[in-house]
């Protein structure tokens, strides 16, 4: 199973949106409404923001919302703020009951 | 307040053997499925393993089928990976999640994760 495409980066001044993509295939990404979206801040936990395409945990802020068109899904943050600074990773649910992730986006607030 | 605590990672040489554990608390472990993801030094996440509540579904990744075990204890609200044949690419941090409510399938996200445990595989 090879991994989902991301962006290695994307960067943004505060207060803008930016978008992440990513995509995968018919067996993934495109199977199912099953993507989530995880943000790594080092050296700590990873943690949820997005999953089923376009949910928010509770307590994730509204900044962060998800899409899925055809084998793409999007995770746009809108009001960029400097916490947003980390890394972020897509994953899917697979034809073959297993998980894949994406290779990272590192998100830089300019 | 949901809590996954791993241990058990340190340094092996290659071709040796490490159990993973991850003590669950603060829900009904097995109520839920869990999985274990991987995170090389520079590198991205990769999923290695989930099982289902009871313990009777196992999935692997292919890098690791043949040479990982997941289990799990019930009764002691913990989650276990065996690795065996540890090669140098299994270097990296392990992390214990649990998985998200799922329609129509065991697992697709992890709403709850641990800190991790290092693996270091080299001689």
């Known amino acids: 199973q090879s991994a989902l495409t991301q962006p290695a980066s994307v960067a943004g001044s505060p207060g803008q949106s930016i978008t992440i993509s990513c995509t995968g295939t018919s067996s993934d990404v495109g199977a199912y409404d099953h993507v989530a979206w995880y943000q790594l801040h080092p050296g700590k936990a990873p943690k949820v923001m997005i999953y089923d395409v376009s949910i928010r945990p509770s307590g994730v802020s509204n900044r962060f919302s998800g899409s899925k068109s055809g084998n793409t899904a999007s995770l746009t943050i809108s009001g960029l703020q400097a916490e947003d600074e980390a890394d972020y990773y897509c994953g899917s649910h697979t034809t073959s009951v297993t998980v894949v992730f994406g290779g990272g986006t590192k998100v830089t607030v300019l | 307040e949901v809590q996954l605590l791993e241990s058990g990672g340190g340094l092996v040489q290659p071709g040796g053997s490490l159990r993973l554990s991850c003590a669950a608390s603060?829900?009904?472990?097995?109520?839920?499925?869990m999985t274990w993801v991987r995170q090389a030094p520079g590198k991205g996440l990769e999923w290695v393993s989930a099982i289902s509540g009871s313990g009777t579904s196992t999935y692997y990744a292919d890098s690791v089928k043949g040479r990982f075990t997941i289990s799990r204890d019930n009764s002691q609200n913990t989650l276990y990976l065996q690795l065996n044949s540890l090669r140098a690419d299994d270097t990296a941090v392990y992390y214990c999640?649990?998985?998200?409510?799922?329609?129509?399938?065991?697992?697709?996200?992890?709403?709850?994760w641990g800190q991790g445990t290092l693996v270091s595989v080299s001689s």
């Open positions: 999640a649990r998985a998200g409510p799922c329609t129509n399938c065991y697992w697709s996200w992890f709403d709850s």
């Open positions: 603060g829900f009904t472990f097995s109520s839920y499925a």
